[in-house]
């Protein structure tokens, strides 16, 4: 399939620019996209870098989650910035990054609009309309709703923006809500988020034995009917094979990692060959830290690929894809930001006995840089072609981990 590749049709268009800043919106200065001295490029030989340039060109490349928007230079501000509603998706930054599709995650967990922790109802209604408002006075981005919709914006040079909850908090105790978030273009939600729900356990609990509920169970059913795609990016592991057994469609996890190697965001070979069996697929993680092996005790390009072979080694390759939730700003300080928040804004967070605690510290004498090299934001995901190019992989390999698994995966689903 012959495509645009990253010659994209964009024609400048800024977030929101048809309202006046600091009058219609409260002004924020947003940092560059791109930070410069963070960004890094796997380098190839010129005969490489040509074929390199052929398989973006050729192949659909999807980065099944992120959170494409810009934010601000001092990422202190991000809890300010979160309550007015308001993100800026980087249309510039997207329009090069290589991407033909995008899962845009929204705020999730941050649409703290009308309440203290989000979740809420209104509060995903609203970051969704705030989006699609902003996303319809333009023409490079489509709202994407089917599986035509991806292909068409490989053909044409256009983005396929992929709205995505992950977790289906908001609906609460209200299944018909699955239906309304559908209606407004949802097409991806999680089971839950990493606290639990009245679906199924989180996986930053400390019980993780909990499973689906019944409610989870009627939940996932109607999902099944309408044509949802079920995440389990954030469940605990119980909870995520209860899933995969009762959905009648295949499921996926957006973006997390082998829980065998790496330290991080990981699932258990369990759930991962219970993927495999069921003909589900796992997105690569990383997020904000990035995974953390022995071999590679810092974040990187180099322990995500780690992670991405150890998956094709477990699952097989068709069961592979790459979901890097990255962002365009300070991913760990933007977590950081948040923590601060928490702790000293009488949210009532207590720390319970015998919680799990998720050691992150490294090696002495090796130091953390604050980011992660190779895989810092969206823009970077195509690092993953250039690291397999270099390691002997076919075209056709690449193709398939780059977003030609992830597109099968939607036909069935879709």
């Not at 053909?155 to 699955?178: M, P």
């Not at 199924?200 to 993780?208: P, Y």
């Not at 069996?277 to 995500?304: C, H, M, Q, W």
Request: charged share 25%; net charge negative.
């Amino acid at each position: 399939m012959i495509g645009m590749g990253r010659n994209k049709k964009y024609f400048g268009y800024k977030p929101y620019q048809y309202l006046e800043p600091g009058v219609d919106y409260k002004k924020f200065k947003l940092r560059k996209a791109v930070r410069d001295d963070w960004a890094y490029t796997i380098p190839l030989s010129k005969t490489e870098e040509e074929r390199f340039e052929d398989i973006v060109e050729k192949n659909i490349i999807i980065s099944l989650h992120e959170h494409p928007c810009q934010y601000p230079e001092d990422i202190s501000q991000s809890p300010d910035l979160f309550p007015e509603g308001r993100q800026f998706l980087a249309y510039e930054a997207l329009s090069v990054s290589g991407l033909d599709c995008v899962f845009d995650n929204l705020m999730d967990g941050r649409t703290i609009i009308n309440t203290k922790h989000g979740w809420d109802w209104m509060g995903t209604v609203h970051d969704l309309g705030m989006r699609l408002c902003d996303i319809a006075h333009q023409d490079f981005v489509i709202h994407c709703k089917k599986v035509e919709d991806i292909i068409d914006a490989h053909k044409t040079g256009k983005l396929a923006w992929v709205a995505a909850i992950e977790s289906a908090s908001c609906i609460e105790n209200e299944v018909d809500r699955i239906d309304i978030l559908y209606g407004l273009g949802i097409r991806s939600l999680g089971i839950c988020y990493s606290e639990s729900n009245m679906l199924g356990g989180g996986m930053g609990e400390t019980n993780l034995d909990s499973g689906l509920t019944d409610f989870g169970y009627d939940a996932i059913k109607r999902m099944n009917k309408i044509g949802m795609l079920i995440d389990v990016g954030h469940t605990n592991d119980r909870t995520a094979l209860d899933t995969i057994e009762a959905s009648v469609e295949s499921v996926y996890n957006s973006h997390s990692g082998p829980a065998a190697i790496a330290r991080g965001h990981t699932t258990s070979d369990e759930v991962l060959h219970a993927f495999a069996e069921k003909d589900g697929l796992i997105g690569v993680g990383g997020a904000g830290r990035g995974f953390r092996t022995k071999k590679n005790p810092v974040g990187n390009i180099e322990s995500y690929m780690e992670c991405v072979e150890y998956c094709i080694d477990l699952m097989g390759i068709d069961h592979v894809g790459c979901g890097p939730d990255t962002l365009y700003g300070d991913h760990q300080d933007h977590y950081r930001a948040f923590q601060e928040k928490w702790k000293t804004g009488g949210y009532g967070h207590y720390v319970r006995p015998n919680k799990p605690n998720v050691d992150y510290s490294l090696p002495p004498g090796i130091k953390d840089p604050g980011y992660v090299k190779g895989l810092e934001n969206p823009n970077e995901l195509v690092n993953v072609a250039r690291w397999m190019i270099k390691h002997g992989y076919s075209d056709a390999e690449i193709g398939k981990i780059m977003g030609g698994n992830a597109l099968t995966f939607l036909k069935k689903v879709w």
